[in-house]
């Protein structure tokens, strides 16, 4: 598809281009300020930093397209993928197309239907021992607590060979410095991550202990040969002859950590500071949940709606992944726009969640507008991705953030602290100063 057809016009340019700089200070200061003002300029807009042509993609439509890929036209790349690819190697995330197929169809038996019972049932046990140090009146520190109980349960549903023990706290905090390190600044100039500073340094120490547990428990795995229900038996063992070698289960392992691990503690934490601002919703959440038990079932989500109401909303309204990149493989068009091969082109869940044409009063939270009405079927909703690359975590995630909120939700009340907060996009969007009170509800 190039200019042979219809006639196609380059993209539209966002105003306040620095002639210099280009859009990097409104991009670094107030990112979702700049996305949120282009999708009036049209379906494809031009940003400016550095010296590769970026585009970002503001309709649904554009957005399928560029996604589900008919044409090839576009692969995993740019800058933004570089920061993640220096951990996660050519993990299924971020390698390219030529590999993704195999990578793809190898893990995911590791996401059946049939394995979700074992899962819910771990969500459960995390939950419960998560907050079974939790005190009434207590401040939670709510986004370090939801890392910690993600990272919990991710472990725990990736290595049931044995109990991870103390060392847990250790990866824990391995994967906290990955996160702390993913700043739009390093997403735009991957060149940061080279200089010898101090940060650097921490995050290098703690790959290392992230790589060094992993590499001894591919050998473990290996070695026993037996299916322990957890997603590592399933990437250690093939059933058709066509293994994942070492180091691509190990690439495979460190996308689904660092994928699922700070998508789901983000939203984990939203959900929470929303039903913590909303008494009405808040007490009808809870009620819901006490109902339904018990919830260490994968069927319990259907007992749920209203919260899985208020999941598929902070997925629209907070979503995790705000961005994620592709680069044109070829000069094509994306609807009647010319992009050119080499281009990074910008995918934005956010930007296509507040539009007010697709969801009314965007910015409102609002978990009644998915009252009968499937997220997964709806135009523009896309925290998951979509085609062939869509997460392959998505049911797991969507289950675990409604069992696990509904859990927390049926014994603690959040209550809001003073503190603001607001949205910080880094790698995912985090709910920067969340701090909750908690309040143990009555048990009946
Ligand atoms: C709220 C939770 C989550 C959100 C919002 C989320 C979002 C996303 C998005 C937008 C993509 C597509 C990126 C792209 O097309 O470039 C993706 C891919 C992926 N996600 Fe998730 N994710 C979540 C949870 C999880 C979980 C729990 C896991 C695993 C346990 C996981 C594993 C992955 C993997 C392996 C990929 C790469 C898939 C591929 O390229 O084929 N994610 N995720």
Redesign the pocket.
């Known amino acids: 598809m190039t200019a042979a057809g219809p006639r196609v016009d380059a993209p539209p340019r966002a105003p306040g281009a620095h002639p210099l700089f280009g859009h990097l200070k409104p991009l670094l200061l107030d990112p979702l300020g700049l996305l949120a003002a282009l999708p009036h300029l049209g379906d494809v807009v031009e940003l400016r930093f550095g010296r590769t042509p970026t585009y970002v993609v503001c309709s649904p439509e554009a957005a399928q397209q560029v ?1 589900r890929n008919p044409d090839r036209a576009f692969d ?1 790349g740019g800058t933004f ?1 570089e920061n993640v690819r220096s951990l996660v190697g050519d ?5 390219p197309l030529a590999e ?1 197929k195999r ?2 169809r190898l ?1 995911q038996p590791a ?1 059946r239907t049939d394995r979700m019972s074992g899962y819910a049932r771990t969500i459960h046990a995390q939950v419960e021992a998560a907050t079974s140090t939790w005190r009434h009146g207590q401040v939670l520190d709510a986004l370090p607590e939801m890392r910690s109980l ?1 990272t919990r349960t ?1 472990f725990a ?2 290595f049931r060979r044995r109990e991870l023990g103390p060392e847990i706290d250790g990866l824990r905090r391995a994967v906290t410095d990955f996160v702390e390190h993913q700043t739009v600044l390093r997403m735009v100039a991957p060149i940061v991550n080279r200089l010898p500073t101090a940060r650097n340094h921490r995050y290098r120490a703690s790959e290392a202990r992230l790589l060094r547990f992993l590499d001894g428990e591919i050998a473990a795995y290996r070695a026993d040969g037996t299916d322990h229900g957890d ?1 590592m038996s399933m990437f250690t063992t093939s059933p058709d002859g066509d293994p994942l070698t070492d180091a691509e289960v190990r690439d ?1 392992v460190m ?3 660092l ?3 700070t ?2 503690a ?2 984990h934490a939203w959900a929470l500071h929303q039903l913590s601002l909303d008494a009405a919703l808040d007490a009808e959440v809870a009620a819901e949940a006490r109902a339904a038990a018990p919830l260490d079932t994968p069927d319990a989500v259907d007992r749920l709606p209203l919260t899985r109401g208020v999941v598929a909303e902070v ?1 629209r309204h907070r ?3 705000w961005i ?3 680069v044109a493989v070829t000069d094509t068009t994306i609807g009647s726009r010319r992009v050119p091969a080499g281009a990074q082109v910008l ?1 934005s ?1 956010y930007v296509l969640h507040h539009r007010p044409d697709l969801f009314a009063a965007p910015d409102n939270f609002d978990p009644r507008r998915w009252d009968g009405r499937d997220p997964h079927r709806t135009k523009g909703w ?13 049911e ?3 289950m ?2 409604t069992l696990s909120l509904a859990d927390i939700v049926r014994s603690w009340r959040p209550l809001p602290c003073p503190t603001p907060v607001r949205p910080r996009p880094r790698l ?1 969007l985090e709910p920067h100063g969340l701090t909750l009170r908690l309040a143990e509800r009555d048990p009946r």
């Open positions: 996604l995993k993928y993990g299924m995330a971020t390698c993704h990578l793809r893990a996401f993600a991710t549903t990736m997603l495979t996308t689904v950590l994928g699922g691990i998508t789901t983000v939203s997925l979503t995790a992944g994620f990149p592709r995918l869940p896309l925290p998951f991705g979509a085609g062939e690359s869509k997460c392959i975590g998505y797991l995630a969507f675990d953030l995912h």
